[in-house]
């Protein structure tokens, strides 16, 4: 598996290591791999050049079966589409039953392949078995969704030498693929699909919300094609029950479609079955408008999509604009100001794209003064912002106008220090604030439907610690939690389950890890509808501040410039506005694209942006 073999083998010297024709490289082997001993790092011919497609060597006439698994597990790190070359590895049986895509193991340094070394007798003279094994990483499954894993991998490979050719060929094999982490990062690229969240829409147009579903999809085997099948096939089991699709059930490309591809006015056409034959104008525009977001995100330059029925004719098309009035984007809101506590305890504002100090005081009580604040958060409209107390007691809720006040507490703790009461309080795309209580001896989790309704208590079934800090995703069906057990925080997504119908009270179900490497998570903020930014500390290392998935997957690019003493971070979904931190040496500082961090307030406090 290329560069991720374990182990010190090196190509066999004066021997032909790689073929560029047309544009592809094809892979021949590279090593020796003996019938005894250990084998390992098995190498692929490293690939620098990323618009390069990779392509597998065959088996050679009369390979001896090291041979025969150092070639197949070659294929599979290859961009051939249907893994043609892996199955010539493979018996006729064995390749009619492989199913290469209903898994793919993800190790940490590729699989080491040993002998199988059974005892005398109990394997015949023209078979063999080879154990892969390695330590894992993650898992992508046959949904293309991603998820981190541990432990040990071990699996057998069985080898059996035909009868009559005379050719060692793999006749038994564990489904799906296998391959270490640099491999997978070289061969995989993470894409996010849009459906829409089942009962979040925006409060002020009604306008129903996008919610993005991260999915990796081979990065140089026509992955325009990928990304609108695995569409089509609906949203990954993960996300499934908060997210509905507009596409008819059963909707799939014209049969013999592929390589969908922008024409030279970024235009791209779309040919889907019978399923969608009687559809109506608004609801294609809704299939439009999910084709768009979703390969927007893969090809940025794409302007348009059209939609065909199974005849040819035109259901609809869908330029950028139009589909961004036809929902509500995160990454698309850029928000129109900076918000933080300045050294006079006053809520004050700075405009996004300004690159001056300090900031003017907002309207109404929060911007005089009034009562002193801990942390704040500003309604993703800007008209509504929500205070927690100097104490941490209370939760205040007021609106941005000057006749504004501040009224009774919408929530109140009674934690016995600040630390232990509520934490920053959070919006939702659809108006709707979440807070929790840290009070370790009644911990709660509430929301409160558009920030004026009474406070519901949100269940959490399987919380494995104390929530520290929580931040609701816009399209309200996801929410990031900072949970504390045994005194280390680690960082968590949750899916919001809402049954308007039951009465039953929502829930925050199916927590996953977002960033397994961290712990002692000190500050966190989303930072795109996919991604947020942490600050912690990795295992056995230092402080850090980082970039991760929802799906808990490696994200590509650096990481922010360090900065030390961070309390709080602030980010926005929309990737263009800088990021913004409360540090203790610095006060509130931001970081523009391409340059160090800036002082924004020396004195100030609390940052957000809305949300």
């Given amino acids: 598996m290329g560069d991720d073999r374990e182990g010190g083998a090196r190509h066999r010297p004066g021997r032909a290591v790689a073929y560029a024709v047309c544009g592809a490289v094809l892979l021949s082997g590279c090593a020796s791999m003996p019938d005894s001993g250990d084998l390992r790092d098995v190498e692929s011919t490293p690939r620098q050049d990323t618009g390069v497609r990779v392509f597998a060597m065959p088996p050679a006439e009369d390979a001896e079966p090291s041979e025969i698994m150092q070639g197949f597990l070659e294929a599979l790190t290859s961009d051939d589409p249907e893994y043609d070359t892996a199955r010539k590895y493979l018996t006729a049986d064995a390749a009619r039953t492989w199913r290469p895509e209903r898994s793919a193991t993800v190790l940490a340094n590729g699989p080491s392949v040993v002998p199988d070394h059974q005892p ?85 147009t009604g306008q129903p919300v996008a919610v993005a579903d991260p999915v990796f999809v081979r990065s140089k085997v026509d992955p325009m094609t990928q990304m609108v099948r695995s569409l089509l096939a609906g949203p990954t089991s993960w996300l499934g029950p908060v997210v509905r699709s507009s596409f008819p059930t059963g909707t799939a490309l014209r049969k013999g479609v592929s390589g969908l591809a922008p024409d030279d006015q970024n235009r791209l056409t779309v040919p889907l079955n019978a399923k969608v034959s009687r559809i109506g104008s608004a609801r294609c525009t809704e299939m439009a408008t999910q084709l768009l977001f979703t390969l927007r995100n893969l090809t940025p330059t794409l302007e348009s999509v059209e939609l065909q029925g199974p005849d040819g004719h035109r259901l609809c098309d869908l330029a950028e604009e139009e589909a961004e009035s036809a929902a509500w984007h995160a990454s698309t809101q850029r928000p129109d100001n900076l918000y933080f506590l300045d050294g006079k305890h006053r ?17 109404g009580p929060l911007g005089q003064g009034e009562r002193q604040m801990r942390s704040v958060a500003v309604s993703r409209d ?90 609701v995703a816009a399209d309200g069906a996801r929410v990031a939690l900072v949970v504390e057990k045994d005194g280390k925080q680690s960082l968590l997504i949750g899916r919001i389950a809402r049954d308007e119908d039951s009465g039953e009270r929502p829930a925050v179900v199916e927590l996953r890890s977002a960033a397994p490497d ?94």
Avoid: C
Wanted: no cysteine; net charge negative.
């Fill in 120 to 204: 005398a007798g109990r394997e015949a003279a023209d078979t063999l078995t080879y154990v892969l094994a390695g330590t894992r990483v993650a898992t992508v499954d046959a949904q293309q969704a991603y998820a981190p894993a541990d432990g040990s991998y071990r699996n057998r490979v069985h080898l059996a030498k035909d009868a009559k050719s005379g050719q060692w060929r793999i006749d038994s094999l564990p489904q799906g693929v296998v391959m270490g982490k640099t491999d997978f990062q070289r061969n995989y690229t993470s894409v996010s699909k849009y459906y829409f969240a089942s009962t979040t829409t925006v409060r002020t």
């Fill in 347 to 363: 809520l004050v504002r700075l405009p996004t794209g300004s690159t001056g100090t300090g900031g003017v005081p907002v309207p």
């Fill in 382 to 471: 800007e008209h509504t912002v929500a205070g927690i107390g100097a104490d941490g007691r209370n939760l205040y809720v007021t609106s941005l106008e000057p006749d504004g006040s501040l009224g009774d507490p919408v929530v109140s703790s009674q934690g016995a220090g600040a630390d232990d009461r509520l934490t920053t309080p959070s919006w939702d795309a659809g108006g709707d604030l979440w807070v929790a209580d840290r009070d370790p001896r009644d911990p709660k989790l509430y929301v409160v439907e558009q920030g004026v309704g009474k406070p519901v208590r949100v269940t959490v079934p399987e919380l494995p610690g104390h929530i520290r800090e929580v931040r």
């Fill in 518 to 611: 961290l712990e002692q998570i000190t500050a966190m903020s989303w930072a795109g509808e996919s991604r947020l930014v942490a600050v912690g500390l990795e295992q056995g290392g230092v402080h850090q501040m980082r970039y991760v998935q929802v799906d808990g997957s490696a994200l590509d690019g650096p990481a922010p410039a360090a900065l030390s003493g961070v309390m709080a971070i602030a980010a926005s979904e929309d990737e263009r506005v800088p990021l913004v931190a409360y540090s203790e040496d610095d006060g509130v500082v931001r970081l523009p694209s391409g340059a160090q961090w800036q002082k924004v307030d020396k004195d100030g406090t609390a940052p957000v942006y809305p949300g």
